[in-house]
């Protein structure tokens, strides 16, 4: 392993008032200013090129150090770490992340280290690419360029999700976001969010990617297993909770979200899609599956816009 200090890259503590879960990435990078303000083109597409070239702290086991004990486990072969332990009466933040004996170096201008705890009864799940940023996932070419050359700053939030967001967080909500978008991204989606002012919340992101894997167009063996494995842990570690899935039809949101109604019906209240593309076929599942999960006392709302007087099982 290099001598160089390692980085966390991305880091969230998220309590459900028994248990702690902390999930985040580390690996070495030579770039130091990754906070994504003020940077020029140049300066955004030298930063995410740098990003990809970085060296996975892959397969080590590290510590992490609250302020009141600690617990060890394993980086995966891609430098992400997830973990699960017991919450301790007065366990507050992390205070240190340690690889080999060796501090993390935190980049506090993009997480915070307190452990977060979730009091409402209702969860938010939003995607991000073209549900609260427009990525322009359906056009390669300019998916490249929005995201290479495009200043954080520049970049433009949906304007009919942004809205639903605030309007259900003002609500009581509790937001998190769980993205196809690679831990490469982090600080660039973490900025976003911050600078446009959305509610803060978990941010949930793919295995990291080479430089090499992105020019060769190597692609994930299965697209939806991020996704579907990240929904699985989180209904299972909030079984009380209800759960609002936000996303659009780009990719295969609408699949994976009918795919977690199927298997956790008590847990789902609202499936909301985001019509970015026209596609007969999601009208024709729409059309479909909305009585369907009606009767299951689950709501389906699919289109450009949506509507206010959401209820809430709270």
């Given at each position: 392993?290099?001598?160089?200090?390692?980085?966390?890259?991305?880091?969230?503590?998220?309590?459900?008032?028994?248990?702690?879960?902390?999930?985040?990435?580390?690996?070495?990078?030579?770039?130091?200013?990754?906070?994504?303000t003020g940077f020029s083109s140049f300066k955004t597409f030298f930063t995410l090129f740098s990003l990809y070239r970085t060296r996975f702290v892959a397969e080590q086991p590290i510590e992490i150090i609250f302020n009141t004990g600690e617990v060890i486990t394993t980086t995966d072969i891609?430098?992400?770490?997830?973990?699960?332990?017991?919450?301790?009466?007065?366990?507050?933040?992390?205070?240190?992340?340690?690889?080999?004996?060796?501090?993390?170096?935190?980049?506090?201008?993009?997480?915070?280290?307190?452990?977060?705890?979730?009091?409402?009864?209702?969860?938010?799940?939003?995607?991000?690419?073209?549900?609260?940023?427009?990525?322009?996932?359906?056009?390669?070419?300019?998916?490249?360029?929005?995201?290479?050359?495009?200043?954080?700053?520049?970049?433009?939030?949906?304007?009919?999700?942004?809205?639903?967001?605030?309007?259900?967080?003002?609500?009581?909500?509790?937001?998190?976001?769980?993205?196809?978008?690679?831990?490469?991204?982090?600080?660039?989606?973490?900025?976003?969010?911050?600078?446009?002012?959305?509610?803060?919340?978990?941010?949930?992101?793919?295995?990291?990617?080479?430089?090499?894997?992105?020019?060769?167009?190597?692609?994930?063996?299965?697209?939806?297993?991020?996704?579907?494995?990240?929904?699985?842990?989180?209904?299972?570690?909030?079984?009380?909770?209800?759960f609002i899935l936000v996303g659009d039809n780009t990719q295969h949101d609408l699949d994976i979200y009918l795919r977690m109604a199927e298997k956790f019906p008590d847990n789902i209240q609202y499936i909301i899609i985001l019509k970015v593309i026209n596609r007969q076929a999601d009208d024709?599942?729409?059309?479909?599956?909305?009585?369907?999960?009606?009767?299951?006392?689950?709501?389906?709302?699919?289109?450009?816009?949506?509507?206010?007087?959401?209820?809430?099982?709270?």
């Amino acid at each position: 392993m290099s001598q160089r200090q390692p980085i966390l890259l991305s880091l969230y503590a998220l309590s459900n008032g028994e248990k702690v879960m902390v999930f985040g990435h580390i690996t070495h990078s030579f770039i130091k200013d990754l906070s994504f303000t003020g940077f020029s083109s140049f300066k955004t597409f030298f930063t995410l090129f740098s990003l990809y070239r970085t060296r996975f702290v892959a397969e080590q086991p590290i510590e992490i150090i609250f302020n009141t004990g600690e617990v060890i486990t394993t980086t995966d072969i891609k430098g992400s770490f997830y973990v699960t332990t017991d919450l301790v009466i007065g366990q507050q933040n992390i205070i240190d992340i340690r690889v080999a004996g060796v501090s993390v170096i935190f980049l506090k201008e993009l997480y915070d280290l307190e452990i977060h705890t979730f009091h409402s009864n209702t969860i938010l799940i939003s995607d991000i690419d073209d549900t609260v940023i427009h990525s322009y996932i359906s056009n390669s070419f300019s998916k490249f360029l929005t995201l290479m050359f495009t200043a954080m700053e520049k970049r433009i939030a949906v304007e009919p999700t942004m809205k639903l967001i605030h309007d259900l967080c003002n609500k009581g909500v509790a937001p998190m976001y769980l993205s196809n978008s690679e831990q490469n991204l982090y600080p660039l989606i973490s900025r976003f969010l911050k600078h446009n002012n959305f509610p803060k919340g978990p941010l949930f992101l793919k295995e990291m990617r080479k430089l090499r894997d992105v020019l060769l167009g190597k692609k994930y063996p299965i697209k939806e297993l991020h996704k579907l494995t990240t929904l699985n842990q989180l209904i299972r570690f909030c079984p009380t909770n209800k759960f609002i899935l936000v996303g659009d039809n780009t990719q295969h949101d609408l699949d994976i979200y009918l795919r977690m109604a199927e298997k956790f019906p008590d847990n789902i209240q609202y499936i909301i899609i985001l019509k970015v593309i026209n596609r007969q076929a999601d009208d024709e599942v729409v059309a479909y599956q909305t009585k369907a999960l009606q009767a299951q006392g689950i709501g389906l709302y699919y289109g450009k816009e949506f509507p206010t007087n959401f209820e809430l099982n709270e």
